[in-house]
């Protein structure tokens, strides 16, 4: 009965909407659609019993007792329940858990009034009730309180909540219920610790949104407590219960205890992520699951060639069509743990063989067109329609030149020759032409990958050049490319060595067009990976992501617009420490610069990265 209501009353309210009469002067407001003002207290009498005094002097006396209002007030906490559910793994503190709810005095609540009493000057003293477990339905557990509220204790300004448990708990949503204008949400998404952890209890304020000027006056001291708590003070070592917000650099990425070629110059370890950027336990789960899945991609194809030739890589160019036709037979999987419960999702049991075999998703494109990525008008079209349409950029000087030494690494000027531009547009236009009327771009790696080439060929079964790649508008709107140029500088004995390869009828020559249209994808695709999506997406914003939290409070309405888009990066970006970015990891093993795969990526931040050009147009108007 108390959990079909209790079920009933949330999905009708509280994970759905509101109705809140705004207040007469604007607020900003999330794109939830729940802000309104402080949570307004309605005015409802319900009168309280009269009481009789007596005078010191004996004499019976009647004290005229005015009849206060008040409001009856339910407050439903919604909290994520854990994997497995509540008692999934027994244990003392699950136990003791347990055996609060069963008591009552799971989650204590207070009620914090927005406005400063008027008589005293002074914070009006909460409102204090313990919560309830009313129910579950899926994976939530809801737990309720009642309060009285009086009328003079005015809007509501935030709640604290104290966790009684000996485990931490997510808490999703607080829902007020007894308002004329309907259920009050204040949306949480928070990781409470336990009371026995750290006595501090966790303010959670209501959905409107104040500039620091305009913050109510029984609000401004826990809104600079609350920010001073995310700051820290910068002393100790963090736990992982702390909502600190600070600057390091990044110290986890080598492992040299491991082996001596996995140093790098930072070392390995389990980075800190403040609580509040951490996964609730079911979306880590999900998460993992689709990390894992990622990861068996990634890694079918070394355990492809390493069947063949763990030093050759793919032998010949029909060894990955056979990743799309034939798959890859898998080694015996484990039945039991982690992998055991995701992988057998992932393949396809084949009877008679007795073993298991993976196939690749073949490319829609490849499904229409076979031969699809030998071509020209795919190469070209994927500069802008591929995964990484962020690095081709208009042509405004000719001839191409690098901002390279010269001593060190050649000639600075490009050798893609204006007679071999020409040759390939004849019958469109000029040279000249082409560039006024902005129909030449290219694709740029020759200065970010040249400085790496000596050292990356180093490496074990790899290679590196830099490379330049001239693209040409054509009337029908597409691109072809015109020419490509690889250059290797002086290594030892080697002199330095560049050539440019161009579209050819003739059989040797269509091939080395071919292999240079593959180095190119090569270096796209490793441009893509490092800088575009890792520096770029992720990385770069991180110090955004601390400086928010320290220096807006949750109340803030650049907060409330931001912090959507922030969430769960610093922990998406702490996971890729310990699995791609890492020494020896998924990134270093599959893409050219090897080792140097961070370093490259540090270089160019130097070079490339500057905030201003980082979002649209203005990225798009520079290139």
Known sequence: MMLSKTHNFLKSHCLTTQTIPPKLHNHFRSGDGNVSSSIPIPRRSKPRNLRLRRASTGVKASVLAQVEKSTSVKVVITVLETVGGPLSHLGISQGLDGLTDLLGRTLQVELVAAELDEKTGEEKATLQSFARKSGEHENEIYYESNFEIPDDFGEIGAVKLENEHRQEMFVKNIALDGFPSGIINIHCDSWIHSQFESPEKRVFFSNTSYLPSETPSGLRRLREKDLVAQRGDGEGERKNSDRIYDYDVYNDLGDPDADPELARPTRADDPYVPRDEAFSQ????????????????????????????????????????????????????????????????????????????????????????????????????????????????????????????????????????????????????????????????????????????????????????????????????????????????????????????????????????????????????????????????????????????????????????????????????ALARQALINANGIIESAFSPGKYSIELSSVAYDLLWQFDLQALPADLINR
């Open 282 to 573: 079911v979306k880590q789960a999900t998460f993992q699951a689709k990390t894992v899945y990622s990861v068996v991609h990634a890694l079918i194809p070394s355990l492809r060639t390493y069947a063949t030739d763990p030093d050759q890589g793919f032998p010949f160019f029909s060894a990955i069509d056979s990743l799309f036709n034939e798959g890859v037979h898998l080694p015996d999987i484990p039945t039991t743990g982690f992998l055991g419960n995701i992988i057998p999702r992932l393949v396809r049991s084949i009877s008679e063989a007795g073993n298991s075999v993976l196939r690749f998703e073949t490319p829609e494109f490849v499904d229409r067109d076979r031969l699809a990525w030998f071509r020209d008008a795919e190469f070209a079209r994927q500069t802008l329609a591929g995964i990484n349409p962020c690095a081709i950029q208009l042509v405004t000087e000719w001839p191409l030149k690098s901002n390279l030494d010269p001593e060190v690494y050649g000639p600075t000027e490009s050798e893609i020759s204006k007679d071999m531009v020409e040759k390939e547009i004849r019958g469109f236009c000029t040279l000249e032409d082409a560039i006024k009327d902005k129909k030449l771009f290219v694709l740029d790696y020759h200065d970010l990958l040249l400085p790496y080439v000596e050292r990356v060929r180093e490496l074990k079964g790899t290679t590196l050049y830099g490379s330049r790649t001239l693209f040409f508008l054509m009337p029908s709107g597409t691109l072809r490319p015109l020419a490509i140029e690889l250059t290797r500088p002086k290594i030892g004995d080697k002199p330095h060595w560049n050539r440019v390869f161009l579209p050819s009828w003739e059989p040797t020559g269509i091939w080395l067009w071919r292999l240079a249209k593959s180095h190119v994808l090569a270096h796209d695709s490793g441009y893509h990976q490092l800088i575009s999506h890792w520096l770029r997406t992720h990385c770069c914003v991180e110090p955004y992501i601390i400086a928010t939290h320290r220096q807006l409070s949750a109340m803030h309405p650049i907060y409330r617009l931001l912090h959507p888009h922030l969430r769960y990066t610093m922990e998406i970006n």
